[in-house]
């Protein structure tokens, strides 16, 4: 019996890759020589996909720990309604216009192709970009990099949420969540992950997306944040009014979950696993994506403790987080030791841009604006420590595509945001705002035992 136990899993690993080959019917464009690649690429995209998607649970967590209770319900349904938007958005428009190219992007009907979105399809055709041209996929399915790129795209879109909470309509904001996923998002993402000039041209460097994702959805949220204005009452006299969250302990399980959504985040953005090296790098990111996220902090609580004479958890959970934003544009290069001083700083970061923004009188709720802009703009110019995964990033490179990219979203964000305030409106009235967004928008309590005693 201990020799049979012995041999079936020794059996079971050499019959895998002849398991692989043994498809009736071959995916296009893909052939026997490289189909067990083509099944764990795939596989990582489906399981990084998982992860990051539960990234849209820790967001609505975090944000609903970190408002006042009279607005948890209002962040909870803006964050699953602008998932559901973004997954709308990006197949009718944002993929394509992210992947303009479709050398890894589009397919045949074989492989996903149908998942190209129609309304992309005629603005790539409208700009000569036929469909013809867009039909060399070997790699992995099609539809597992869809899958896994949205998750990327509804990530940028939550960095929002959680900034403009409290005072904002719930409509107008979704009616810019379609915008920045559909349109604003995949068209900056496409100057470097879709083979556009800031790669082709200036070498810009960015793994995961400190500045594709999260400085565009920190641009985004300080555009809207400076337009719509700070909650009633958070500046008077000078003075910042603090409004502690409703449930640390929602936020702190939100940064947990965020935490582990990011070795998704940035271990499948290896966008390979079909060889030794591949799954090595994979635990590389992860290794590294975890030592800046402790890095970040553990400097924010030692840092707190200096300067106010007590720790303070949310800086601590968002010096995790902006830990965590700081090594996302160059996870794999890093040694361990190098990936926890950049978390760390970004957790520096953190600590003294809050009360930066305080004295501005900006108000974000959550501190979206120093995890995601700040620490964004930090990792992306960390990458030129080590060169970045093209092995040639420079300085002048990197500060090109946060420049570029930082006024593209700025301009359209506020032509967005200005447009909406002058047709429907974004800010609550204040007697709405004074009495929660939850009753006024929705018409529901998060806690509803409680404020009725």
Known sequence: ?????????????????????AEDAPVAGVNAATDTSFILTSLLFVVGGFLVFWMAAGFAMLEAGLVRSKNVTMQLTKNIALFSLAAIMYYLIGYNLMYPLGTWMIGSDETGG?????????????????????????????????FFQLMFCAATASIVSGTLAERIKLWPFLIFVAVLTGIIYPLQASWDWGGGFLDSQFGFSDFAGSTIVHSVGGWAALTGAIILGPRIGKYKDGKVVPMPGSNLALATLGTFILWMGWFGFNGGSQLAMGTV?????????????????????????ILTQILYKKSDLTMVLNGALAGLVSITAEPLAPTLGLATIIGGIGGVIVVFSV????????????????????????????VVL???YHGEATLMGQVTGIVVIGLFVVVTS????????????????????????????????????????
């Open 1 to 21: 019996m201990k020799l049979l136990k012995t041999l079936l899993p020794a059996a079971a690993l050499v019959a895998l890759p002849g398991l692989a080959l």
């Open 114 to 146: 149908y998942l190209s979105g129609v309304i992309g399809v005629a603005i790539l055709e409208a700009v000569g970009v036929g469909s013809d041209a867009l039909d060399d996929y070997s790699y992995a399915a099609t539809s597992t990099d869809y």
């Open 277 to 301: 090296g591949d799954i090595a790098d994979i635990g590389r990111v992860m290794a590294n994506t975890n030592a800046a996220a402790a890095g970040g902090a553990l400097v924010a609580l």
């Open 355 to 382: 009360p930066m923004l305080d004295k501005m009188k900006i108000d974000d709720v959550v501190g979206a604006i120093p995890v995601h802009l700040f620490a964004g703009i930090w990792g992306t110019l960390a």
């Open 386 to 388: 080590t060169g970045g």
């Open 414 to 453: 506020a032509v967005v945001w200005v447009i909406l305030k002058a047709t429907m409106g974004i800010r609550v009235d204040e007697e709405d705002e004074i009495r929660g967004l939850d009753m006024s928008e929705l018409g529901m309590e998060a806690y509803p035992e409680f404020s009725k005693g």
